[in-house]
């Protein structure tokens, strides 16, 4: 059984800078794609950054492009999500999702996520102006 559990969130000022992680197990790690995910109150959830952990390719939304990075390591089976430049329109619920022979971040990032078996149960992230 696949298992994700995100750690790292919190209160951070405008301007600052959070690393979340997600934690796998359970899981072949070339075989997967792993992304991450947010959602604030009263928004759809949005795939914010996407990796592949077979070739190490890379997905960004606009939204974070140029302030968040996504990076894995294969010997501890986690994917963090560094942020900086932190906005109050970053504030969410972050959520890590892992899914089987995608190959491609940026559909792995794409709605629909209905099909997305494998969650954790979220982090969350507060921004203060």
């Known amino acids: 059984e696949v298992q994700l559990v995100e750690s790292g969130g919190g209160l951070v000022e405008t301007g600052g800078s959070l690393r979340l992680s997600c934690k796998t197990s359970?899981?072949?790690?070339?075989?997967?794609?792993i992304g991450w995910f947010r959602q604030a109150p009263g928004q759809e959830r949005e795939g914010i950054s996407c990796i592949d952990n077979f070739d190490g390719s890379t997905y960004y939304a606009n939204s974070v492009k140029g302030r968040f990075t996504i990076s894995s390591d294969n010997a501890t089976n986690t994917v963090y999500l560094q942020m900086n430049s932190l906005k109050p329109e970053d504030t969410a619920v972050y959520y890590c999702?892992?899914?089987?022979?995608?190959?491609?971040?940026?559909?792995?990032?794409?709605?629909?996520?209905?099909?997305?078996?494998?969650w954790g149960q979220g982090t969350t992230v507060t921004v203060s102006s």
């Open positions: 359970g899981l072949t790690w070339d075989d997967y794609s």
């Open positions: 999702a892992a899914e089987i022979l995608v190959f491609d971040p940026q559909r792995l990032c794409s709605p629909p996520f209905d099909n997305l078996n494998a």
